[in-house]
């Protein structure tokens, strides 16, 4: 897969011009899945939170950018309903945004519903992450960001990226997301970590990572 992971979605020109070079055309063009399910297994995530990701209602602007067509692709279905039916939809999806919420219960969702083992074959499909959407494909997320108590009891993620993310730097709203908050975070990371304010993306191709932003960010464990 090609990846783009916010921190708070598609919030500037540089994030969305490297939104349409991994898509290789006009968003206009695109067919994109949402998915909202990571809000569900966040303290603060609710109902209300997802019918306003899902209609593009929020402050991190995802779904609401002029797509051919969108769909919503509830993972917590998927296993109900078999691949037969499901896998197609994410076959033909051009893009798929994953929302925001608690990363683990995302990751976790994403195992049972069988959609990460999809993921390999998806080559041209792109990755657009939100926060938690973002963090899954981390190795680690860290102890700070453990909300839902996954089957596993540690931080680990998917792993299809080699490293993690502290999303929403210096974030008004939250006031702990400080950059000393950061370096304490990432000294409890074994390997690269980034911390990334909402104006900054990761821009992952071919396992290899381009920063785009017009915010600031920094790379702990280089």
């Not at 490297?18 to 063009?29: E, H, R, S």
């Not at 860290?142 to 993690?164: K, Y």
Request: hydrophobic share 45%; net charge negative.
């Amino acid at each position: 897969m090609k990846l783009l992971l916010t921190s708070a979605g598609v919030k500037n020109t540089s994030i969305r011009d490297a939104l349409v070079d991994l898509l290789g055309k006009p968003i206009a063009d695109s067919n994109a899945l949402c998915i909202p399910t990571a809000g569900y297994g966040h303290p603060m995530g609710s109902p209300v939170g997802a019918w306003r990701f899902i209609t593009g209602q929020s402050s991190t602007p995802m779904c609401e950018l002029g797509w051919k067509s969108l769909g919503v692709l509830e993972l917590t279905a998927l296993p109900s309903i078999g691949g037969e039916r499901w896998v197609p939809w994410v076959r033909e999806a051009d893009v798929l945004l994953v929302g925001g919420g608690d990363a683990l219960y995302l990751c976790h969702w994403m195992r049972q519903s069988g959609l990460v083992d999809l993921l390999p074959s998806l080559r041209e499909t792109v990755w657009v992450g939100l926060s938690a959407g973002s963090m899954v494909m981390s190795p680690r997320i860290g102890r700070e960001f453990v909300e839902w108590q996954p089957p596993a009891a540690d931080d680990s993620a998917l792993g299809i990226v080699d490293f993690s993310m502290f999303p929403h730097l210096d974030h008004e709203l939250l006031p702990e997301n400080t950059m000393a908050e950061a370096e304490k975070w990432a000294a409890g990371i074994p390997g690269p970590a980034y911390a990334i304010d909402d104006q900054t993306a990761l821009k992952v191709t071919d396992g290899a990572v381009e920063i785009i932003s017009e915010g600031h960010w920094k790379l702990f464990n280089a």
